[in-house]
């Protein structure tokens, strides 16, 4: 069972730019393509930036240019690199595996990107 630790939201404004990390409990994390997901109020959950075990990313329309994914394996972790952010933009992100697992939903963390 994979638990899923994520951090670096926060508050900023409309331009700005965050850096989110989730780290992965498992050994086998080099083997799991993996997903960022964000939900806002009143909203479904979408997913907004995947990476697989080889390192192939994909975007979704909304975040393509200003969100990079990226992985390091050596440390069991994903990140996701947000800039020109946008009021839109705010949810809470998580990251699971792509498709994702119900163990998998860890706290995740707010983004909230306003003036």
């Known amino acids: 069972q994979v638990h899923f630790v994520e951090s670096g939201g926060g508050l900023v404004q409309p331009g700005g730019s965050l850096r989110l990390s989730c780290a992965a409990s498992t050994r086998g994390f080099r083997f799991l393509h993996m997903g960022w997901y964000r939900q806002a109020p009143g909203k479904e959950r979408e997913l907004v930036a995947m990476?697989?075990?080889?390192?192939?990313?994909n975007y979704a329309e909304s975040v393509k240019g200003r969100f990079t994914i990226s992985r390091d394996n050596a440390k069991n972790t994903v990140y996701l690199q947000m800039n020109s952010l946008k009021p839109e933009d705010t949810a809470v992100y998580r990251c699971?595996?792509?498709?994702?697992?119900?163990?998998?939903w860890g706290q995740g963390t707010q983004v909230t990107v306003s003036s």
């Open positions: 699971n595996t792509n498709p994702p697992t119900n163990n998998g």
């Open positions: 990476i697989t075990s080889g390192e192939n990313t």
